[in-house]
């Protein structure tokens, strides 16, 4: 359980809201998993009113249902999820990188060197949590760079969700390889000005994403079988 800071911000339950999150998103809260209110509650030092209320925001975006006389669980997506949440993530992405390309200025253009700079470096290192880390920040800044709010509303909505694979893809042999190849084609295009290559590069960055997580899927099942 997480350490019994205090929580501090606009109000209580929106700090245990942003912290439940967090724990999701880092699976420390694992999918399908029931939340014991009672030990959190004690971990944090607060009353379950304002996790309950914390729960009900979660619930509402989507990352936990609450199930009557059980209590809130973690939602796990499916296969079937995975195959109509990363085509429609790969047109959203793909239309931030587009107009992130013709919005960006050259700082900005210096901040996504700096972050790919990063992401090299924890690909030669093979380590996924930097990488997944640092690549999230990446498509967040191209998402910011774009600056239509209605394309960062729709995309940071459904970002949460893609999230909760927390890029597992990653763990497939190889991938962390060819994502930072993919990213080094995206990059090269924004430094270019080319809007429209740099949106290519980032829908089939999304869909080769989907492609590595189905094929780690069947490699885990055959693994299973085999044992």
């Known amino acids: 359980m997480a350490d019994p800071i205090p929580l501090r911000g606009t109000s209580l339950h929106d700090g245990v809201a942003a912290r439940l999150r967090t724990m999701v998103f880092d699976r420390e809260l694992s999918p399908g998993a029931f939340i014991d209110e009672l030990a959190l509650a004690e971990a944090w030092q607060i009353s379950r009113t304002p996790l309950r209320e914390a729960l009900k925001v979660l619930a509402a975006e989507g990352i936990v249902e609450l199930v009557p006389r059980r209590g809130a669980r973690v939602i796990e997506l499916t296969d079937a999820d995975a195959e109509q949440l990363f085509p429609v993530m790969a047109m959203l992405e793909g239309r931030c990188a587009l ?126 079988h085999r044992a």
């Open 99 to 224: 107009e992130a390309t013709q919005r960006a200025s050259d700082d900005d253009l210096l901040h996504l060197r700096r972050l790919h700079d990063q992401l090299e470096r924890h690909a030669a290192a093979h380590d996924i949590d930097g990488y997944y880390r640092v690549n999230h920040d990446f498509h967040s800044f191209v998402q910011q760079l774009a600056a239509n709010r209605w394309l960062d509303r729709v995309t940071k909505d459904l970002r949460r969700f893609m999230r909760l694979w927390r890029g597992r893809q990653l763990q497939l042999p190889g991938r962390i390889e060819a994502s930072i190849n993919e990213h080094r084609v995206l990059l090269d295009a924004i430094l270019q000005r080319d809007a429209a290559r740099a949106e290519r590069a980032m829908h089939d960055h999304l869909m080769a994403q989907l492609a590595a997580l189905k094929a780690l899927q069947r490699r885990e099942k055959k693994q299973k």
